[in-house]
């Protein structure tokens, strides 16, 4: 008999709520985690482009020691905005694909700046990025 129960008619302590405020947490512990790792690697790669000469260097796009931790972030962030629209009663699904979409958006964008600005570090060292020079 246990094959002819209804489901939908079980009392609502058996209902487990799709809880949007754990991807939200989760998403946002990710980033943070990743966040640090991207930036201890790329401050060791900073340091590897001012003493390496020009000639040996790989382009910034093509190491996974900066873009593992990156595309950790962007994970991350894709979770907290995905959790974010979930709190707006935003199906699952079509928040995953929005926040997907935007995150690999400006994901890239990020990285195509990154790469050009470390190629101008490693071109012209720290006089090339110097914000201050420009008062």
């Known amino acids: 008999m246990i094959d002819s129960v209804d ?25 943070i985690t990743s966040g640090l790792a991207f930036e201890a690697s ?22 996974l020691e900066i873009l593992i931790p990156f595309l950790g972030i962007c994970g991350g962030i894709t979770m907290f905005l995905a959790g974010g629209l979930g709190l707006f009663e935003v199906k699952l699904l079509i928040a995953s694909v929005i926040s ?16 050009k600005l470390l190629v ?3 071109e012209g060292g720290s006089k090339a990025i110097d914000l201050d020079a420009y008062e």
Not at 11 to 29: A, H, K, N, R, T
Not at 47 to 63: F, I, N, T, Y
Not at 104 to 115: D, F, K, P
């Open 7 to 31: 489901l939908t008619k079980l009392p609502d302590m058996y209902y487990i709520p799709e809880s949007p405020y754990l991807l939200v947490v989760f998403g946002f512990l990710a980033s």
């Open 42 to 63: 790329l401050k060791q790669k900073v340091q590897e482009l001012c003493k390496s000469p020009r000639e040996e260097q790989v382009a910034p796009r093509e190491q």
């Open 100 to 115: 997907l979409i935007l995150t690999a958006l400006i994901g890239l964008l990020i990285w195509y700046q990154l790469g």
């Open 120 to 122: 101008e570090l490693q």
